[in-house]
């Protein structure tokens, strides 16, 4: 992974609008500072960081799987989060701070994109589960919030709600990658 994330399209927060997300993390992307960074996980080896353990060994397989094949057809440079804690932060957030901190996408396409996913802890507004997906100025005008919103409601919070993360997070990749190549279902 090669580039900054530039902008995000999209976060999925159950108690606030889209509008409302996108106001929220500009007044938090004007403070960030050095400690927010250093706070987040590392960038692993491997572009899936499981913290929540959610995922199957045949699910990180397969969604390795997909990954790979959106960089190497130089669709997207992709990168997967799960975890239980946002530290404080809302998904949308997080997930331009993890691109950013990771260097997720290619220098000249900007064509990056992070999906963090915040498990259910419990019932209270800081346990809900969250989810967001982040791109690169280059996938914006391809992939814009509401193409985002979209996935996210669709693809992945079905499968959550039954604790199926890893389908949630493959049919997501799936759709991206109809998108990106033009293919319409």
């Not at 992974?1 to 530039?6: E, I, R, S, T, W």
């Not at 996935?151 to 991206?176: A, C, R, S, T, W």
Request: glycine share 8%; net charge negative; aromatic share 2%.
């Amino acid at each position: 992974m090669a580039v900054l994330l530039l902008t995000i399209t999209a976060c999925h927060d159950t108690n606030k609008s889209a509008e409302q997300s996108t106001t929220t993390t500009s007044a938090q992307e004007q403070k960030t500072d050095v400690a927010i960074v250093e706070g987040l996980p590392e960038a692993p080896q491997c572009p899936i960081l499981d913290m929540a353990g959610v995922l199957s060994k045949e699910d990180s397989l397969e969604i390795v799987k997909k990954i790979i094949e959106l960089d190497s057809l130089k669709l997207a440079q992709v990168a997967v989060v799960i975890t239980n804690d946002l530290k404080g932060m809302n998904a949308h957030f997080y997930a331009t701070q993890i691109g950013k901190k990771w260097g997720v996408g290619n220098k000249e396409t900007n064509n990056g994109i992070t999906i963090v996913v915040k498990t259910k802890v419990d019932d209270t507004p800081e346990g809900k589960g969250k989810a967001a997906i982040a791109t690169g100025l280059g996938m914006e005008k391809i992939i814009d919030n509401d193409m985002c919103l979209r996935m996210i409601e669709e693809e992945m919070v079905p499968k959550f709600k039954q604790n199926k993360y890893g389908e949630g997070i493959e049919d997501v990749l799936d759709k991206i990658k109809d998108i990106l190549t033009g293919d319409k279902d």
